[in-house]
Nanobody
Framework: QGQPVESGGGFVQAGDSLRLSCTASRRTFNNNFMGWFRQAPGKEREFVAVISRSGSTTSYSDSVRGRFTISRDQAKNTVYLQMNSLKPEDTAVYYC?????????????????WGQGTQVTVSS
């Protein structure tokens, strides 16, 4: 079905905002939950956010809830991660992934397709 492709990472100051984008093939996008994960140096990959196929249901990790917003544009086969009030601890490689599951997937092994990742660096 093809791998998702992320974009939008960069270097920002603490308190700034950044929006990540992830584009997938129409088949991958329409058939799957779409999620965002991140991995900081020396740490395991961790769940950030997920959105259902219709976009009606979302879930966030405690560390980003209230600051990050996940959304999807069905016409563009694209999922977004709007990141506000960024903190240095948000520094990581951010990955987009697709999961074909019944329940809301929040674990790495739930996901079948992964992008290559995009670096987000937040300076204090």
């Amino acid at each position: 079905q093809g791998q998702p492709v992320e974009s939008g990472g960069g270097f920002v100051q603490a308190g700034d905002s950044l929006r990540l984008s992830c584009t997938a093939s129409r088949r991958t996008f329409n058939n799957n939950f779409m999620g965002w994960f991140r991995q900081a140096p020396g740490k395991e990959r961790e769940f950030v956010a997920v959105i259902s196929r219709s976009g009606s249901t979302t879930s966030y990790s405690d560390s980003v809830r209230g600051r990050f917003t996940i959304s999807r544009d069905q016409a563009k086969n694209t999922v977004y991660l709007q990141m506000n009030s960024l903190k240095p601890e948000d520094t990581a490689v951010y990955y987009c992934a697709a999961a074909n599951r019944v329940g809301l997937p929040t674990r790495t092994y739930d996901y079948d397709y992964w992008g290559q990742g995009t670096q987000v660096t937040v300076s204090s």
